[in-house]
């Protein structure tokens, strides 16, 4: 059973940046595909990005490509989401996610097994 304990989040002005970390307990992390996931008051949880366990492979929702980057520490059992130019409709809950050993990345909420509590980012106008 993983636990992940995610970290990072605050308020910054529209523009700023911010980064968030997602620390695993499980002793098999270099495995997991991990995946970040937002949620905004009143709206579904919506992919943000995920790296696959394999290749170390990103991917990346449209709204974000360019500005986020998602990159991993196995030896430190953490995943980092680097936020540059945050934009208020960043606004959310950031969730950190991990679906079982040796799987592919998916969007899908529904994919991933394990979640952290989330951090809360807002971005002021």
């Known amino acids: 059973q993983e636990q992940l304990v995610e970290s990072g989040g605050g308020l910054v002005q529209a523009g700023g940046s911010l980064r968030l970390s997602c620390v695993a307990s499980?002793?098999?992390?270099?495995?997991?595909?991990m995946g970040w996931f937002r949620q905004a008051p009143g709206k579904v949880r919506e992919f943000v990005a995920a790296?696959?366990?394999?290749?170390?492979?990103?991917y990346y929702a449209d709204s974000v490509k360019g500005r986020f980057t998602f990159s991993r520490d196995n030896a430190a059992n953490t995943v980092y989401l680097q936020m540059n130019n945050l934009k208020p409709e960043d606004t959310a809950v950031y969730y950190c996610?991990?679906?079982?050993?040796?799987?592919?990345?998916?969007?899908?909420?529904?994919?991933?097994?394990?979640w952290g509590q989330g951090t809360q980012v807002t971005v002021s106008s």
């Open positions: 499980g002793r098999t992390f270099s495995r997991y595909t």
């Open positions: 790296i696959n366990w394999s290749d170390g492979n990103t």
């Open positions: 996610a991990a679906a079982q050993p040796n799987t592919r990345w998916s969007p899908a909420p529904g994919y991933y097994d394990y």
